[in-house]
């Protein structure tokens, strides 16, 4: 194996309910995302251990089953308590989550947002109360924070459009910087950081000029949607010769695609990594991201902005990592 390294909906009558009633405790005007006006450290924060409220989307992903065995290792050590609540990719379940630990009163917010707008409405409901919001992977919707009146203190995540771009960089140097490239993106058009891996791969495709995209699909980061719908883009678009798949989920299903077509030999795979599966065949080379990683320096930055009192840094933009060939290391996931 090579390694190389380089730089779902909301309920409207849920968020309405809970925006309003949270905004009549406070009229305090909200700053822009990414730094508040003045240091926010709530009351919550003095005692010894203070309580984070942490908020992801599933356990099913085994993303968030690294991110959260991090974090649940780090807190302690970091002299914090923490407590995790898993959404089960319900947009509205986290918000009513949101609203149980300001009600218990949490130091501070790690926020994986379900999807990029609803979560804007999540951070509405910390702001409100005093809490500083700490997100990571999913990138809240500028638009929708700004809409609300909403900000965080800090984004940590993966450079997301360089990993689409070192996987189109990757696949045009296995196929050929002027071969003919048709290709199908098996994405997710409701998350910013697909999106952004999407751009980073199209803009490097252009390199190519005998390179275009075919067809897109929604695979919602789910490798029994991403089989069904990658199966039916192949079948739909006979000239589709390459795959980008933009999740680890997603990678896993246009991968079971591709072999249940009989494709294996007319059908290259790109993707974010999926965990213990090998790169083989019609799979070429993944890009990785390191959740555990991300979990860990997000509490870290906690630390250093509620407890050291210092401010930090409104946006942490970790590089990916390039695996080609064989299984990618443990904690290598898409």
């Known amino acids: 194996m090579r390694i190389t390294h380089m730089p779902r909906t909301l309920a409207a009558t849920a968020v309405a309910s809970m925006l309003v009633a949270s905004a009549c405790s406070s009229s305090a005007p909200t700053p822009p995302a990414g730094g508040a006006a003045g240091h926010q450290r709530p009351a919550s924060c003095s005692g010894a251990t203070p309580l984070i409220g942490a908020m992801l989307p599933?356990?099913?992903?085994?993303?968030?089953?690294?991110?959260?065995?991090?974090?649940?290792?780090?807190?302690?050590?970091?002299?914090?308590?923490?407590?995790?609540?898993i959404a089960e990719d319900d947009s509205a379940k986290?918000?009513?989550?949101?609203?149980?630990?300001?009600?218990q009163g949490v130091c501070a917010a790690y926020l994986n947002g379900v999807d990029s707008?609803?979560?804007?409405?999540?951070?509405?409901?910390?702001?409100?109360?005093?809490?500083?919001?700490?997100?990571?992977?999913v990138i809240v919707s500028q638009t929708d924070m700004d809409k609300q009146g909403a900000h965080i203190v800090q984004y940590i995540g993966a450079d997301q459009a360089s990993g689409g771009a070192v996987m189109a960089q990757e696949a045009l140097k296995e196929l050929g910087a002027t071969a003919t490239i048709n290709y199908g993106i098996v994405g997710d058009p409701e998350q910013i950081p697909t999106e952004l891996r999407d751009g980073g791969w199209v803009k490097a495709m252009g390199a190519n000029p005998n390179a275009k995209q075919i067809a897109k699909v929604n695979s919602k980061v789910d490798p029994a949607v991403s089989l069904r719908v990658t199966t039916d883009m192949l079948q739909g678009n006979p000239s589709i010769n390459v795959l980008w798949a933009d999740t680890g989920p997603g990678t896993v299903g246009a991968l079971q695609a591709i072999?249940?077509?009989?494709?294996?030999?007319?059908?290259?795979?790109?993707?974010?990594c999926?965990?213990?599966?090998?790169?083989?065949?019609?799979?070429?080379?993944?890009?990785?991201?390191e959740p555990a990683k991300?979990?860990?320096?997000?509490?870290?930055?906690?630390?250093?902005?509620?407890?050291?009192?210092?401010?930090?840094?409104?946006?942490?933009?970790v590089p990916v990592k390039l695996d080609v060939g064989g299984f990618p290391p443990a904690g290598d996931l898409g």
């Open 58 to 85: 599933n356990t099913v992903n085994p993303y968030y089953v690294a991110m959260q065995s991090s974090i649940q290792a780090q807190a302690p050590t970091d002299g914090f308590k923490i407590s995790v609540a």
């Open 94 to 103: 986290q918000l009513a989550q949101a609203q149980s630990f300001i009600q």
């Open 117 to 137: 707008a609803p979560a804007a409405a999540v951070v509405k409901l910390f702001n409100n109360a005093g809490i500083p919001v700490f997100t990571v992977n």
């Open 259 to 272: 072999k249940a077509l009989g494709k294996d030999r007319s059908v290259t795979l790109f993707g974010f």
């Open 274 to 289: 999926a965990a213990s599966v090998e790169m083989t065949g019609p799979y070429k080379a993944c890009a990785a991201q």
């Open 294 to 317: 991300y979990g860990a320096m997000v509490i870290d930055n906690i630390k250093i902005y509620v407890k050291d009192g210092k401010d930090v840094p409104a946006q942490i933009l």
